[in-house]
C-alpha cells in the first residue's frame, strides 16, 4: 500500500468541568488527508484545500508530526500529505488536532502499524504545541482513540479512554467570530479558591461515573464548568442566551467547546439535539453572526482510512 485517504474527526475539548484532560470525538464533521509514500526522502505537503495554511512542513502542524515521527524511524523513502481542510482553524473544534493526528495516523498505516495509538499521541503532540505553544493532548487522545478520554498526564503520557452511552448525541454552534488563544489563555486566573475547585473535582468525578453507567441524569448535573467557563464566556457574544436556551430545549448541558468561540451542549437521543439545534439557531440568527451547527453522535471510533 502506497497511499492512504483518512477522516480526521473535530473534536470537543474540556467538557465543561474538565478543562485540559476530558475530550470527545465527533463524526458528522473533520478533516480529510491523503498520505502517499514517495521516492523523495522527508515530509512535503502538496495540496491544501479550503484555508489559508502554510505549506512548509515545519510550519503546518501536520508537517511538524510527521516529522516528529519521521525522525524516529529510518526509511530510504519520504511522506506527501494532502489536506482537505473542513474544520475552520480557530474554530474550537480541534482543527489543529486533526491535522497532528491524520498525518501520523496515516503514516503509521502505511509503514504496517509499528505504533500504537499512545506512541501516535507524542507525535502528535509535537505538532499541536506548534499552534498552541504549549503541549496538550485534551483534542489528540478523543482524535485518536475515539469517544470520550481523560488525558490522566503529559508526561509520562497517559491516556484513558471511557465509554460513552448509546444515546449520547452532541449539538455545536461556531459562531464566526476569532478569538486569540493567548487572549482566552490570558483571562484565566491564576489562582482558584478550593471551594470552587472541590466543586470541580466532584462534577469531574461525577461525570466520568456517569458515562461509565449511561446515567444521563448525573451526565446533565455534572455538566457545570465553576472555574473557566464564568471568564471564558464574556468572550463568547450570546453565550448565556444559548446556555439558557438549549437547556430549556431539554439539553443535558451546555460549555465551551475547548477555548472557544464553540459552545458544545450534550443531550440523550438525535430529537433532542435537533431541538437544541434550533434553539440555539434561534439565538444567534438575530444576532447578525454568521454561524455553522453541527448535529453528531458521538464517533467512538476516531480518525479512521476512508480509502
Ligand atoms: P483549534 O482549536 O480549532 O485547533 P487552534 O487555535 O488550536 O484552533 O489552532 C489553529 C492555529 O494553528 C492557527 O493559527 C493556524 O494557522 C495554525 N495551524 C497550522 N497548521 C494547521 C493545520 N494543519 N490545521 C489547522 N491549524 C493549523
Known sequence: MNE????????VANVACGFDVLGFCLDSVGDEMVIRKTDKKGIHITKIENFNLPFEAELNVAGVSALAMYNAIDVDFGFEIEIYKNIK??????????????????????LGKPFNKTQLTEFAIKGEA?????EHADNLAPALF???TLVKSISPLQILEIPSPNDLYATIIHPQIEIKTSESRAILPKVVALSKAIEQWANLGSLVHALHTSNYELIS????????????SQ???YFNDVKKAVLK?????CGISGSGPSIFSLNKGLETANKVKDAMQNVYSKTGITFDI???????QGVKIID
Not at 90 to 101: D, E, F, P, R, Y
Not at 130 to 134: F, G, N, T
Not at 221 to 232: A, F, G, H, K, M
Open 249 to 253: 430545549a431539554g439539553a443535558l448541558g
Open 89 to 110: 482553524p480557530g474554530s474550537g473544534i480541534g482543527s489543529s488536532a486533526a491535522s497532528a493526528v491524520g498525518s501520523v495516523f496515516g503514516m503509521n498505516e502505511l
Open 4 to 11: 492512504i485517504k483518512i477522516f480526521s474527526p473535530a473534536t
Open 235 to 237: 468572550l463568547i457574544p
Open 221 to 232: 448535573n455534572s455538566l457545570n464548568d465553576v472555574i473557566v467557563e464564568p471568564y471564558r
Open 146 to 148: 475515539g469517544g470520550f
Open 130 to 134: 506548534l499552534a498552541s505553544k504549549c
Open 294 to 300: 453541527h448535529v453528531s453522535k458521538i464517533n467512538t
